[in-house]
């Protein structure tokens, strides 16, 4: 079962900054949270992830509240090429070795318009 | 580019054939992994596989067959298969699935869309 919620679809301006939102009110101590991307007929994309601390990498930024419940994915400066589903994903994890499980919500379709 | 690479791109063949798809990955990854995506819906875990051996089956009907020959080539030999088995099937890699690595992220081919007639 998703352990996340996100709003459907949303629209951003070209050029503007995308603010994606997550809730994850029941994530775990040990719990990461990961943002992927698809893009129509491509495989996820893999864009960030984090744990307590805010992330930083070339994509994109992660904001994780203090209290881990939710999160915002930024996009600084939104383009059409990032019109996708974002999906926001807390992993399982099985027992030791035997595998983590990346369960995909239904994710937010993001339409980035000129 | 993805660095996960998926073969054949599309894929239609009857309820009777046999087919297998398959997946290379030279990152040095030893944990792979087939999900199942249907139209319009989230991708959905099969197998995992890690040091080329089955560590997860998520009750998956046996007219899909895994198989990991070696650590960089994973395939899915498919059997008999349903209408309803029609979507879109990715394949991913990681570094490690244990706990230890839980923070390393699996990247995706782009899959092969497999229709059944």
């Known amino acids: 079962d998703a352990k996340t919620t996100q709003p459907t679809s949303m629209d951003c301006a070209e050029g503007r900054a995308a603010n994606l939102p997550c809730n994850h009110s029941t994530i775990s101590g040990n719990e990461y949270v990961y943002w992927y991307r698809q893009i129509h007929s491509q495989g996820p994309q893999y864009i960030i992830h984090g744990l307590k601390n805010n992330e930083t990498n070339e994509m994109a930024s992660l904001i994780i509240t203090e209290d881990r419940k939710s999160s915002t994915l930024i996009l600084p400066h939104a383009t059409l090429r990032d019109t996708a589903v974002y999906y926001c994903?807390?992993?399982?994890?099985?027992?030791?070795?035997?595998?983590?499980?990346?369960?995909f919500g239904q994710g937010t379709e993001l339409s980035v318009k000129p | 580019d993805t660095e996960v690479t998926q073969t054949p791109k599309h894929l239609v063949m009857g309820m009777t054939n046999k087919k297998s798809l398959k997946c290379e990955q030279h990152m040095g990854h030893r944990a792979m992994y087939w999900y199942k995506q249907k139209a319009k819906k989230p991708p959905e875990l099969m197998f995992v596989?890690?040091?080329?051996?089955?560590?997860i089956n998520e009750s998956v009907p046996s007219r899909f067959s895994p198989e990991c020959p070696n650590s960089s080539l994973l395939n899915l030999h498919l059997h008999a298969l349903q209408p309803e088995d029609s979507a879109l099937y990715l394949c991913a890699s990681s570094q490690e699935v244990g706990t230890a690595f839980s923070n390393q992220p699996q990247h995706f081919g782009d899959g092969t869309r497999l229709s059944i007639l």
């Open positions: 596989y890690s040091y080329e051996k089955l560590s």
């Open positions: 994903i807390v992993r399982v994890d099985w027992i030791y070795n035997q595998g983590g499980k990346l369960i």
